[in-house]
T-cell receptor, first 115, second 116 residues
Framework: DQQVKQNSPSLSVQEGRISILNCDYT??????FLWYKKYPAEGPTFLIS?????DKNEDGRFTVFLNKSAKHLSLHIVPSQPGDSAVYFC??????????????FGTGTRLTIIP | EAQVTQNPRYLITVTGKKLTVTCSQN?????MSWYRQDPGLGLRQIYY???????DKGDVPEGYKVSRKEKRNFPLILESPSPNQTSLYFC???????????????FGPGTRLTVL
């Protein structure tokens, strides 16, 4: 039962263009949605998040859009840079009892920026 | 430097030989958790700990144990490893739920475990 899905395992984008990474979810009880970035041989690092009560959050070159009716979110990176080449994980956060903030991850999308 | 460290980074072992993967954080975080990453499945939570001596199961706890005797350390124990526990393991830590906003989880660099 994959509650968070990233249907594109890989994506290649020309440097300077926009990268759009997509994520779908099934559980309407999620409180937050997050994007993590992962380089080889390193742990995931937090990139950007959005509350379930908002539809857009922007941080520099990164913007996350949330469409609750479609249960869909996307990460836009513009302009794309070679250092953006990494695996991007979409994650959804839900408060469980006793305060556990459980993250449910997608399977990841490998983004390659072509110089 | 604020960080989460894991040891070892790579381990090859045989079925049934007990092993421990250590995790330590220097950010005074109350919350710590363990995930495993497998192809096609993303990261799945194994165990988590809200504070010292407080631990609970995540989504895939079978075959694992944890302990939290000190705030900074959260070791993952495999009493009798099996080949289906071959995976990439990540430890993470964060501040506890504040009631208003989510808290960023900081991840360690990962431990790649192979059980033959």
């Amino acid at each position: 039962d994959q509650q968070v899905k990233q249907n594109s395992p890989s994506l290649s984008v020309q440097e300077g263009r926009i990268s759009i990474l997509n994520c779908d979810y099934t559980n309407s009880m999620f409180d937050y949605f997050l994007w993590y970035k992962k380089y080889p041989a390193e742990g995931p690092t937090f990139l950007i998040s959005i509350s379930s009560i908002k539809d857009k959050n922007e941080d520099g070159r990164f913007t996350v859009f949330l469409n609750k009716s479609a249960k869909h979110l996307s990460l836009h990176i513009v302009p794309s840079q070679p250092g953006d080449s990494a695996v991007y994980f979409c994650a959804a956060s839900r408060r469980e009892s006793f305060g556990n903030e459980k993250l449910t991850f997608g399977t990841g999308t490998r983004l390659t920026i072509i110089p | 430097e604020a960080q989460v460290t894991q040891n070892p980074r790579y381990l090859i072992t045989v079925t049934g030989k007990k092993l421990t993967v250590t995790c330590s954080q220097n950010m005074n975080h109350e919350y710590m958790s363990w995930y495993r990453q497998d192809p096609g499945l993303g990261l799945r939570q194994i165990y988590y700990s809200m504070n010292v001596e407080v631990t609970d199961k995540g989504d895939v706890p079978e075959g694992y144990k944890v302990s939290r005797k000190e705030k900074r350390n959260f070791p993952l124990i495999l009493e009798s490893p099996s080949p289906n526990q071959t995976s990439l393991y990540f430890c993470a830590s964060s501040l506890p739920y504040s009631g208003r906003d989510h808290n960023e989880q900081f991840f360690g660099p990962g431990t790649r475990l192979t059980v033959l």
